[in-house]
């Protein structure tokens, strides 16, 4: 017997959890830092880079989940990790303002633990989706599960806006202890006896770290699919800093114009992973290596456009919604790719072949939101505003291209799968 769909939904919960405290952090201290406490940027945005960078550890929890074949108790334990940084990262705010020495070394201990809860949950959940999930189910357990966590960040952010006001650094520990202590409930509520009820392998053999992952990267497919994932990632995160930027300097949009563009981005991303999961769990149409290959040349496509929107005139939002679309397809796609490919190797080491590209993923996310924002700088030196963001989302476009290529060469079609009685 494999995940029931009410199962999933309620693994997706996990995933609105991490959502929900980790929006906190990157969104609403970042804020706080800036704004009300006028520090420089580049302090939240290092914080941010930390627990990204920190989630190279994925691997090792994803190893630690293989040998011990009780992915449950990881899958809490992150998430109680997850809650204690981000109780330490709302209980440096004030202490920043106090005593900034010692707020910044809590805030580097705080975003260092919050990445470590990441990592231990995140890679956790995707190698028991991985492992119990049906073949046919897979990429609507992606849709499923991502937009979930989209659904946690959103609710997360409007509620405690709301409840923010008027600001006072008791009022954010009140609201952060609140979110964090119901994430944590709501895990353990969600995950308890799914793992029993399932059919799940027995672990494997034991085996030292080094040397599991050392026969992981012996495996073509799974190496190769890293460099998907660190290529893709890279161009995907790459837009991040400089597309509100390049509205506003190119185009002449005001703030609230370039946020609420970024708004429709993200709506055209949730159409793009909505569409993958019907058409490939509800109607079987399409492969999963399909649906990615669409997603990254599409969004090469849209790149092109958005670059010389201003010498054509081409209208940005629907053009920035397009963008949205294709790369919601191919990301939901890809995370429906991993799931299969995890379980293929002949060690069946999930936890540890997710951890592996979890943590090409986070390092991607880091490399490409900087690398985006460095070459613009580099490019406005030699080139017209414009001509400098153009060049930039050219080359993008080509990450983009390599990346379906390589995805049509590593990724082979989903077989055709029946839906078997009791699953």
Not at 117 to 126: E, I, K, N, Q
Not at 239 to 263: D, H, K, R, W
Not at 330 to 341: E, K, N, P, R, Y
Request: proline share 4%; charged share 10%; aromatic share 8%.
């Amino acid at each position: 017997m494999t995940l029931s769909w009410v199962q999933i939904f309620r693994l997706g919960l996990v995933q609105a959890c991490l959502g929900a405290i980790v929006v906190l952090m990157t969104s609403t201290l970042n804020r706080l830092m800036v704004v009300e406490l006028a520090l420089p940027v580049v302090l939240p945005g290092f914080l941010v880079a930390l627990h990204y960078g920190v989630q190279i550890t994925r691997p090792n929890w994803g190893h630690l989940a293989d040998q011990g074949g009780n992915r449950t108790r990881w899958i809490i334990a992150g998430m109680a990790l997850l809650a204690l940084g981000g109780l330490g990262a709302a209980a440096a705010i004030p202490l920043l303002e106090s005593s900034f020495g010692l707020g910044l070394a809590l805030s580097l201990l705080a975003y260092a633990v919050i990445g470590l809860g990441v990592g231990a949950s995140g890679t956790s959940l995707l190698a028991l989706l991985a492992t119990a999930t049906a073949e046919y189910r897979r990429p609507a357990a992606a849709t499923i599960t991502w937009l979930m966590m989209i659904a946690g960040i959103a609710l997360t952010a409007i509620t405690a806006g709301k409840f923010l006001d008027p600001y006072s650094h008791a009022r954010l520990m009140v609201i952060v202890a609140i979110i964090c202590t119901g994430a944590v409930a709501l895990t353990v509520l969600a995950v308890w006896g799914i793992e029993r009820r399932v059919v799940i392998r027995p672990a494997p053999p034991s085996v030292r770290f080094r040397d599991g992952m050392r026969d992981i990267w012996a495996d073509t497919r799974a190496r190769n699919f890293t460099f998907f994932v660190f290529l893709s990632m890279t161009a995907y995160f790459m837009q991040e800093l400089i597309l509100e930027p390049y509205a506003g300097l190119v185009f002449n949009y005001t703030p609230g114009e370039s946020t609420q563009m970024s708004g429709a981005q993200n709506g055209g991303v949730f159409l793009g992973m909505v569409l993958v999961g019907v058409a490939a769990s509800g109607f079987r149409l399409g492969s999963l290596r399909n649906w990615v290959v669409t997603g990254c040349i599409g969004s090469a496509v849209m790149l092109v456009a958005i670059a010389g929107a201003s010498l054509w005139v081409l209208p940005l939002v629907p053009l920035v919604v397009a963008l949205g679309f294709f790369n919601g397809m191919f990301a939901v796609a890809a995370i429906g790719s991993m799931m299969q490919l995890a379980g293929e190797g002949q060690d069946k080491r999930e936890g540890a072949r997710v951890g592996l590209w979890g943590a090409s993923q986070a390092i991607a996310a880091g490399f490409g939101g900087l690398t985006g924002a460095a070459l613009v700088d580099l490019a406005r030196s030699l080139l017209p505003v414009a001509d400098a963001f153009g060049a930039v989302f050219l080359f993008q476009a080509t990450i983009f291209i390599a990346s379906a290529a390589l995805a049509a060469r590593i990724m082979s079609p989903r077989p055709k799968a029946l839906m078997v009685p009791g699953e």
